[in-house]
């Protein structure tokens, strides 16, 4: 991909502090904060964003409850996808990713890190079980994101189904629910091209707990699915 090769060439000169310093260094979680280790990764996006010749425009960022201990749904539309977040959301956020990714070079390192869940989507009883664990993260106060399409569209700005039992996290937790649109962010790395490409992100207001309580989580997730749906196609510029 050409603009990861741009990426690299353009901060090789920083790569040996940051991976070979300080990803080492905060790989030891129980010696640095959870809000330190973010913040790291934080700045790095911001600069890797930058390099890559990637405007993000951020919409909504006021619309996140004040309090933590909420569960961010975008839609999935590429690699650039967990960057926009990092680079948006200030506040430490944790995800549960695809188990393939805990083995793959520097990526599992930002896993271990940032102490996101490798889950093995083919284990159900593994699943469950991880389910449970975030929602009791998320009611202790973390914040967690998870893609409810369980996979990018492939298809740009086009969505997929978004699946019911992802939203278990935030109906177990009681806890609000931010949706979030993805638009233009498959262009980043999908597109063979380094030229100057934008990107938008935009934070939905939060459904909270009481508005939620009586529904199926299909319906939830429907609900979510619609309203991601509807600001993409007022947003996408073509």
């Given at each position: 991909?050409?603009r ?7 901060v090789i000169l920083?790569?040996p ?5 300080k990803?080492?260094?905060y ?11 973010y913040g ?7 600069i890797v964003?930058?390099k890559?010749r ?7 960022i006021?619309?996140l409850p ?7 749904a975008p839609?999935?539309?590429g ?6 977040i990092f680079?948006?959301?200030s506040?430490?956020?944790r ?12 990526v599992?390192d ?12 083919s284990n159900?009883r593994?699943g469950?079980k991880i389910?449970k664990?975030?929602s009791?993260e ?25 699946k019911?039992?992802?939203?278990k996290?935030?109906?177990?937790a009681?806890?609000p629910?931010?949706?979030v649109a993805?638009?233009d ?8 091209t380094?030229r ?5 992100i935009h934070y939905l ?5 009481e508005e939620y ?7 939830i997730a429907?609900?979510?699915h619609d309203q991601?749906?509807k ?8």
């Open positions: 991909m050409k990861i090769a741009l990426i690299v060439i353009r920083r790569l502090y940051w991976w070979g310093y990803v080492n260094k790989k030891h979680i129980d010696e640095y904060s959870i809000q330190e280790r790291f990764i934080h700045r790095v996006v911001a964003t930058r890559g990637v405007e993000l425009e951020c919409y909504g006021e619309n004040k309090e933590s201990g909420y569960f961010v839609n999935h539309q690699l650039f996808d967990p960057l926009a680079q948006t959301h506040r430490p956020i995800a549960i990713v695809k188990k393939e990714l805990a083995s793959v070079i520097l599992k930002i896993i271990k890190m940032l102490e996101f869940i490798p889950m093995d989507r159900v593994e469950a389910i664990y975030v009791n998320v009611a202790n106060g973390q914040n967690f994101f998870v893609f409810p399409e369980g996979t990018r569209s492939r298809n740009g700005n086009n969505i997929l189904e978004f019911g039992g992802t939203f996290i935030a109906t177990k009681k806890a629910i931010v949706p993805l638009i962010c498959y262009k980043v790395f999908d597109n063979n380094i100057k490409t934008t990107a938008q207001k939060p459904i909270y707990y309580k009586d529904m199926h989580t299909n319906d429907k609900l979510v991601i749906e600001c993409i196609k007022k947003n996408d510029k073509g």
